[in-house]
């Protein structure tokens, strides 16, 4: 299950992905925010991090303008591992070697062609399970 969450600089990308997950049978849940009036991103990383925190989602994709207060806000949660991502190399890399569980993403950067592209990317790469990268994860979490 992939946790969805946006402000409403994201909505109309966020739309867009639920469009295509919706045709291609990928579950997910949406977070909000549901419209384009002003809103918070903090409050939508933080309901998505915790869905993925509680387990109710194993993934997420966090959308905001540019992609880094969400990031920043997600990133700051326990056992997150959000990766902003404007193209598909750093999508296909940021799962093998980071385990990232919530890709991230500028409405205002990139076109939804190119978005969806790195969604697919994203969700089709599987952690490569090397032991110099789960070291490196393990360290994310000491103080
Ligand atoms: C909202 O105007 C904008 O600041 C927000 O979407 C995001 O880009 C913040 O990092």
Not at 5 to 26: C, P, R, S, V
Not at 39 to 67: F, H, M, N, W
Not at 69 to 82: E, Q
Request: with cysteine.
């Amino acid at each position: 299950m992939i946790a969805i969450g946006n402000d409403h600089t994201g909505y109309q990308l966020k739309m867009a992905i639920i469009e295509f997950m919706e045709k291609e049978g990928i579950a997910y849940k949406d977070y909000g925010c549901g419209d384009v009036s002003s809103s918070d991103y903090p409050e939508y990383a933080k309901a998505v991090g915790r869905a993925i925190q509680k387990k109710e989602c194993d993934k997420g994709i966090l959308i905001c303008g540019t992609g880094i207060g969400i990031s920043i806000a997600a990133n700051k949660m326990k056992g997150i591992r959000a990766a902003l991502c404007h193209d598909c190399f750093s999508a296909e890399a940021t799962r093998l070697h980071n385990n990232a569980n919530i890709l991230v993403m500028g409405a205002r950067v990139i076109g939804v062609g190119h978005a969806l592209k790195i969604v697919e990317t994203f969700f089709s790469t599987e952690f490569s399970g090397e032991e110099r990268h789960e070291r490196r994860i393990q360290m994310l979490e000491e103080e």
